[in-house]
């Protein structure tokens, strides 16, 4: 599975600090075309904000961010979007009146050329547009096995499912990187299972190289091929999982050695 | 009888693909839209499968397991692997692996093909133990990019390799179907036993053809209809109704798009012909019950009067007594503003005919459809029957019947009381089973192990298993499970214990359903104090008595069982308790244990006294046992002469 390329993404030295709150301490990474990497760390490590950091929702207050080899260090949320990265939230952010298709579809909105008038009417290449997009929609709505749930809100539906429609709109962007926050939070042991075996197969069939933030040590164990481990905003561990597993430093941050 | 020129299914496909070309043969929703593949379509997709198999190596006789939701793909893959004279396997898609591994393994299969990644997980794992299988080719490829295995193909480069088959040898595909004869094996379909290892039931083309056609005379089934393949690919009904049935008349076969999407697609295609099991029929209906009580109060109020209309004409058109004028543009109104609209959204409304199969359903299920203007219709079958032995005709339905035998089937009930048949649709035997074949098999005459009755208008009424089955003294036919459905079918009966096998008539031993009595006697100014009080009083014992009667009084109609009329009753005086190990947590009697229990009150049943004292030993909730002494009364019930009309 482990296409080690060259790297896709690179986190140069990046520190964050909001205040006083040291968030992210010079943490360096590097995540390679096509592989899964697991971003794990006790609450409050900097996971999320790493995250945020690479998807451009915050601006680092030191270092650098390098996207297929270009600085990107300074571009705001949809720049990075329309560059390849598209991601999910610890909370499910969907529009939760509406339907599940027009959730994907709105993934869909930057691959979109937007003639207003056209659009409105409806006509010619507005309509060729959105028979194009709609049908690369349905490929992933296939792909992701929700076709029962194609026109029900999306606020309607359980939690795992909702998770799972997130991650449709994510990869409706055609996304280079794709950045999932706790994709399995909050899921039972079968939903997770299948939550497993879509990311395996995402990174599979499209070639997508994921970056995943998670706590279930099993599952980072089974999915990831790279595990990097932040503790107190510093990376303490990058390697392969059976690596970090057995790292001293990962070891003590998780079982809690007094920090003076 | 068959046309010598198309005496199996590949000649029929090539016939229906000549005489409909452009007619579209079977339809699957994929990507969202229906993707329609039309009868030419069809035979060539199956073509090249079966050329790609030859390619393989595929030699007659040859078995191909086939596995996975109903799909396109999988139908044409049956119908290439009858085309080189191979036999389909069809397995249940959710089947577990030792299930798989040993269907597999006994029926040799040499090739599979399968739907997608799960299914060749499943079956590289059974190629562990099986090694005869040589081949698996998959249609969906997704997940399987990674996969190395020799054995493993897919469906595009089977067809490819087709292709390149038919450069070679152009006249190949012709000449393997013209090789099948009429009594070639054309379907192996495995049926779990509640005991034991499944069993291979081995059908021929004759078989499942003539069988097709006497079902498509009767029910006047046209090119026109569509069905919804939903059901298991493996289960007979889905072969004989998706498949036989399609190929002969050329109607279409609508393939939903997953099994969640069910009831969605069923809305869109809006079938003519459809089948289910009563539990799909209680799904339906309760689905629609939730959505009524969503409703407002006022639409609420609408249905639920007009359903009840519903109901009251149904009954009388079951009856054939006439409808009154009223009730008539009652029903006309409620066919505009309830019944049409119901059926519209529930994609029942261009529904010709449908099909209850499979289990008994119970009369007010059936009722409620019926009512509603659907025409469901019950059917009785077998694989071992090719599916089908009796229908329902229209017109001539009853609630709980499963209507006359078909065209060329013969049914009779044996002296056991046992249901048999024999038609041109009786399987060949079992794979590889001489033994079960010939315990089944009688003098061409099947064994249906369903104990059955004819009434007195030539209709079968399935009465319970035959093995289930007592007698009385005298040699009568005692069905203890059928009387006490019968019973339990009044509000006032929550539980009831026949007893008769081996005694000079049936008894029974009833237990009252508190809610329903207790509030009939509220009604009444009836005061009690318990339960066993409650069940004593002369007034209830009357009640029930003529519940009894009731009963009796429907047995006269049902030929033989007249004489397992219940001739004395009880009204226990504690309720049968899970607890008290008298029936099962799923409610079912534990027979032999309330035969000792309560040998006391079965003896007093039968000795002609009037009363009888008896002692109970009851365990309460918290885990103490105590005694209940009682005092209960034992009464005739109103018997009749069979042959008077009641």
Request: charged share 30%; aromatic share 4%; hydrophobic share 40%.
């Given at each position: 599975m482990s296409q080690a390329g060259a790297p896709l993404l690179e986190v140069d030295r990046v520190s964050v600090r909001f205040g006083a709150v040291q968030?992210?301490?010079q943490v360096s990474l590097a995540i390679r075309r096509g592989e899964i990497i697991a971003i794990i760390g006790p609450n409050g490590a900097g996971k999320t904000t790493l995250l945020n950091v690479i998807s451009g929702f915050y601006r680092p207050t030191e270092g650098r961010i390098r996207f297929e080899g270009r600085?990107?260090?300074?571009?705001a949320p949809y720049d990075v979007a329309a560059l390849g990265i598209a991601r999910t939230f610890q909370n499910v952010a969907l529009f939760?009146?509406?339907?599940v298709l027009d959730n994907i579809m709105t993934g869909r909105l930057l691959k979109m050329k937007g003639s207003f008038l056209l659009d409105a009417l409806y006509w010619g290449p507005a309509k060729a547009q959105e028979l194009e997009h709609r049908a690369f929609v349905e490929r992933i709505i296939d792909f992701l096995e929700i076709q029962a749930i194609r026109?029900?809100?999306?606020?309607?539906?359980p939690y795992g499912l909702q998770k799972r429609v997130e991650l449709a709109r994510a990869l409706a962007a055609e996304p280079t990187l794709l950045l999932l926050?706790?994709?399995?939070?909050?899921?039972n042991v079968e939903e997770k299972e299948d939550m497993c075996r879509f990311i395996l197969d995402v990174n599979e069939e499209f070639g997508t190289t994921i970056a995943l933030i998670e706590h279930d040590m099993s599952v980072v164990m089974d999915i990831s091929d790279h595990v990097a481990a932040l503790d107190y905003g510093r990376k303490i561990a990058d390697g392969t999982p059976d690596e970090v597993r057995r790292d001293q430093a990962v070891i003590d941050a998780y079982l809690g050695v007094s920090h003076v | 009888m068959l046309d010598p020129g198309v005496d199996t299914f590949p000649k029929l496909a090539l016939r229906t693909a000549q005489r409909?070309?452009?007619?579209?043969a079977i339809r699957e929703k994929d990507l969202g839209i229906w993707q329609s593949h039309t009868w030419s379509q069809y035979v060539e997709q199956a073509r090249l499968i079966a050329l790609g198999l030859a390619a393989l190596g595929f030699a007659r006789g040859d078995k191909t397991a086939v596995v996975g939701d109903n799909r396109p793909q999988l139908y044409w893959a049956m119908l290439a692997t009858q085309a080189l004279g191979g036999i389909p396997v069809p397995l249940y898609?959710?089947?577990i692996e030792n299930e798989m591994q040993y269907i597999v393994g006994h029926a040799d299969a040499r090739f599979a093909v399968v739907e997608d990644q799960e299914q060749v997980d499943k079956l590289l794992h059974v190629r562990q133990q099986c090694?005869?299988?040589?081949y698996i080719i998959y249609d969906d490829s997704r997940g399987l990019r990674h996969y190395r295995e020799a054995c493993l193909l897919s469906l595009d480069d089977l067809q490819e390799r087709g292709r390149k088959f038919a450069l070679e040898h152009p006249a190949y595909f012709d000449q393997e179907v013209a090789?099948?004869?009429?009594?070639?094996?054309?379907i192996i379909l495995y049926t779990s036993g509640t005991t034991g290892q499944p069993k291979g039931t081995m059908l021929s083309h004759r078989n499942l053809m003539v069988t097709a056609q006497n079902a498509i005379t009767q029910e006047g089934l046209t090119s026109s209809e569509e069905v919804l393949?939903?059901?298991?690919?493996?289960?007979a009904g889905d072969h004989m109704f998706s498949y036989a049935q399609s190929l002969v008349t050329g109607f279409t076969t609508n393939c939903p798009e997953s099994a969640a999407t069910v009831l969605a697609d069923l809305r869109e295609i809006g079938p003519t012909y459809f089948f289910a099991p009563p539990r799909i029929w209680e799904s339906i209906l309760t689905t629609v019950m939730i959505r009524i009580e969503d409703a407002s109060w006022i639409k609420r109020r609408m249905v639920h009067l007009f359903l009840a209309l519903a109901r009251r004409v149904e009954a009388r058109r079951l009856a054939r007594r006439p409808v009154g004028v009223g009730d008539r543009l009652l029903y006309a109104l409620g066919e505009i503003l309830v019944y049409g609209p119901l059926r519209d959204n529930l994609g029942m409304?261009?529904?010709r005919i449908a099909y209850t199969a499979g289990e008994a359903i119970s009369p007010e299920l059936l009722g409620f459809y019926r009512s509603l203007g659907v025409n469901v219709k019950q059917v009785y079958g077998m694989t071992e029957s090719s599916a089908l032995i009796s229908i329902q005709k229209d017109g001539d339905v009853k609630l709980d019947t499963v209507g006359t035998p078909l065209p060329g089937v013969e049914v009779r009930i044996n002296e056991a009381g046992e249901v048999l048949y024999r038609s041109?649709?009786?399987?060949?035997?079992y794979h590889k089973n001489p033994a079960a074949t010939a315990e089944t098999i009688e003098d061409g005459w099947v064994h249906s192990g369903d104990a059955g009755v004819f009434d007195r208008d030539g209709h079968l009424r399935i009465v319970d298993r035959a093995r289930d089955l007592g007698r009385l003294a005298d040699g009568t036919i005692f069905p203890p499970k059928y009387l006490e459905n019968k019973l339990k079918f009044?509000?006032?009966?929550?539980e009831a214990v026949c007893v008769g096998s081996d005694r000079p008539f049936a008894t029974a031993l009833i237990n009252i359903d508190l809610g329903a009595v207790g509030n009939w006697a509220e009604r009444r100014g009836i005061a009690y104090t318990s339960y066993t009080d409650l069940a004593q009083r002369p007034e209830v014992y009357e009640l029930i008595r003529q519940e009894v009667a009731r009963v009796n009084r429907s047995l006269l109609d049902e030929g033989t069982l007249?004489?397992?009329?219940?001739?004395r009753f009880l009204l226990l005086h504690k309720e049968l308790d899970p607890d008290d190990q008298e029936?099962?947590?799923?409610?079912?009697?534990r027979r032999g244990f309330i035969g000792e229990k309560y040998a006391a009150l079965i003896d007093a049943l039968y000795s002609g006294a009037d009363h009888v004292k008896v002692e109970a030993q009851v365990t309460y909730e918290d885990g103490r046992t105590g005694t209940v002494r009682a005092e209960v009364r034992i009464r005739d019930a109103e018997a009749f002469a069979a042959g008077v009309a009641p």
């Open positions: 968030a992210l301490d600085d990107r260090t300074d571009l939760k009146g509406m339907s026109k029900t809100p999306a606020g309607r539906l926050d706790e994709p399995m939070a909050g899921m | 409909l070309p452009r007619k579209v898609q959710d089947s090694p005869g299988l040589e090789r099948g004869a009429a009594d070639d094996l054309a393949a939903y059901l298991p690919m493996a289960w409304g261009r529904i041109p649709g009786v399987f060949l035997g009044s509000p006032f009966i929550r007249a004489g397992a009329q219940i001739r029936i099962t947590r799923t409610r079912k009697v």
